[in-house]
């Protein structure tokens, strides 16, 4: 391909957030991604892989989901908010859902 063709059609990638679905399974697969790999910034995320899309889903909403699981077992969906910004200032809140 042209490189100006490629520069025009170029789109950055941008991380989704499992926070932007509206519904979530709680059975939807997922996988570790290591970014920045070989160099000191390397930091490794978790992903649900949602029709062919990469959601990243934030230890903090496992940590959650983990304690709704204990207080109901047969939970299938949730809901995963966000608020704030940067690294320290973003919190997640789980919403159970029903079917």
Do not use: H
């Amino acid at each position: 391909m042209e490189l100006k063709t490629m520069a025009v059609n170029y789109v950055a990638k941008k991380m989704l957030n499992i926070a932007d679905l509206t519904k979530v399974s709680i059975s939807v697969e997922t996988e570790q991604r290591t970014f920045k790999g070989g160099t000191p910034d390397a930091f490794e995320v978790e992903v649900a892989i949602i029709d062919g899309l990469e959601y990243r889903v934030p230890m903090s909403v496992i940590a959650q989901l983990q304690e709704l699981i204990k207080a109901m077992p047969d939970l299938k969906y949730i809901k995963v908010t966000k608020s704030g910004e940067g690294i320290s200032g973003t919190r997640y809140s789980v919403i159970p859902l029903r079917e």
